[in-house]
């Protein structure tokens, strides 16, 4: 199966990263998003995408400029899709949201095109039947800032052509990915497998009052060699997220140490904007946050 032209649906966070990493490689790529002015407001972040690509990857001014060459933009499903080799979902963590796009989009796109969805809660198995075409239908999932943290998780359901799954792996390598093949949906897939137990851990540490947070990342970074702490991790994911994650659990089960988390989170920096990288403060103060000194690890 050869791929050529790839359509991003959904130009937030992860959408805008991976329709530019893809044009970047080479490939023929149209974002689509709910209208004209969403659009708008994607094409500028590129511009501050293109500076991180020259700063971390050398990219030159003239790769830049062919890629921005290589992008498309609608707002119209059809026409976004209209010569799709493959399709990658990257449109809000809703089940309906998710379900209503599929709805739309197994109307409009050729026979031939692949769909993709880069959910990182939700399981392939869950919109299968939803796509018109189960068996071209996994899960490629990416991480935040996909040009330096460059894996790509690849997750079918039971229904997936291992031929399409092969597809999509050698897809993630050609554009600069490490790509993680998984073998059975997990929710979670690996990585947040792995990073979630760590976080609640080290969230629970804190709001119990074992220690505090710099200790605690200190202690990681020095036991473990890792680069940051699990709070720095939180500030550069979003508290937010962290704060949806813990009231979720707290709603479903009453978890004493959830409520405790909960109220903590929210207190502490969702009531204050302090919100991890993207305000400029959560746990630690950007640009210049106090892991990054010198003397930290003493």
Known sequence: MDIKNVTVAGSGV???????????HGYNVTVYDINDEVLEKAKAKFDILGEAFIKDLNATQSQLDEARGRMQYSADL???TQHADLVIEAVPESPQIKTDFYHKLAKVAPEKTIFVTNSSTLLPSQFAGETGRPAKFLALHFANEIWKHNTAEIMGHPGTDKEVFDTIVGFAKTIGMVALPLYKEQPGYIVNSLLVPLLTA????????????ETI???W???TGAPIGPFAILDIVGITTAYNINKMAADATGDALKVQTVKYLKEQFIDK???GVSTGEGFYSYPNPAY???DFLK
């Open 221 to 223: 970074m020095v036991a």
């Open 14 to 24: 992860l959408g805008y990263q991976i329709a530019f990493q893809t044009a970047f």
């Open 273 to 275: 904007n302090k919100l």
């Open 78 to 80: 059809a026409v976004a």
């Open 202 to 213: 080290a969230t629970n540490l804190l709001v119990s009052g074992v220690s505090d947070a």
């Open 217 to 219: 990342d200190k202690t």
């Open 292 to 294: 990054k000194a010198k």
